[in-house]
């Protein structure tokens, strides 16, 4: 069975930095790309960017080059995304998905809260 | 940016009803085109993809049509676990997009 378990809920201060991580089982990690997507409150979802679990290559949004950082550790099966220089706007549900074309497994979310 | 547009916003229907999402694409995007549920607090589920390619472990109710431009997400007979936010994405090219979503909800 795939699973994609995600780190918890994080607090953290403006300004400052937070890494999250999605740990997955059930399936040869290095064949597939890891998504990572926001959901800020009540609103529609982005695309954040797309990592390659077997060599790492990424592939970014845009919108958010400079802020989001996508890395994995193959070893352990684990995709991160690290989140620099926050405001109140990166408070959000942050979902990791593997993507095959379409987004056919999605973690379980973590929320980021930004707050003072 | 390829923009989608979902309509209605929401949608109130009485289970039972048979019912239609509609999703529109700025240009053309072949039929790279999928679908997904989302209940409150809850990941996003895919239920269509490619625009009417069928996924395991969905329901027979929900289908999917459409190519270029349109495509239209069919729920038979509404069943009340169907009621939540329905969200359209295109991957036909970088980068990758949502809908604003249609709320299915209970009149």
């Known amino acids: 069975e795939v699973q994609l378990q995600q780190s918890g809920a994080e607090l953290v201060k403006p300004g400052a930095s937070v890494k999250l991580s999605c740990k997955t089982s059930?399936?040869?990690?290095?064949?597939?790309?890891m998504s990572w997507l926001k959901q800020m409150p009540g609103q529609n979802i982005e695309w954040i960017g797309n990592?390659?679990?077997?060599?790492?290559?990424?592939g970014y949004n845009q919108k958010f080059k400079g802020k989001a950082t996508l890395t994995v550790d193959k070893s352990s099966s684990t995709a991160y995304m690290d989140l620099s220089s926050l405001t109140s706007e990166d408070s959000a549900v942050y979902f990791c998905?593997?993507?095959?074309?379409?987004?056919?497994?999605w973690g379980q979310g973590t929320l980021v809260t930004v707050s003072s | 940016d390829i923009m989608l547009t979902q309509s209605p916003a929401t949608l109130s229907v009485t289970p039972g009803e048979s019912i239609s999402l509609s999703c529109r694409a700025s240009q053309s995007i072949s039929t790279n085109l999928h679908w997904y549920q989302q209940k409150p607090n809850e990941s996003p589920r895919v239920l269509i993809k490619?625009?009417?390619q069928t996924i395991s472990g969905i329901p027979s109710r929900f289908s999917g049509s459409g190519s270029g431009t349109d495509f239209t997400l069919n729920i038979n007979r509404v069943e009340p676990e169907d009621f939540s936010v329905y969200y359209c994405?295109?991957?036909?090219?970088?980068?990758?997009?949502f809908g604003s979503g249609t709320k299915l909800e209970i009149k």
């Open positions: 990592i390659y679990g077997g060599n790492g290559g990424t």
């Open positions: 994405q295109q991957s036909n090219s970088w980068p990758l997009t």
């Open positions: 059930g399936y040869t990690f290095s064949n597939y790309y």
């Open positions: 998905a593997r993507w095959s074309g379409w987004f056919a497994y």
């Open positions: 490619y625009a009417s």
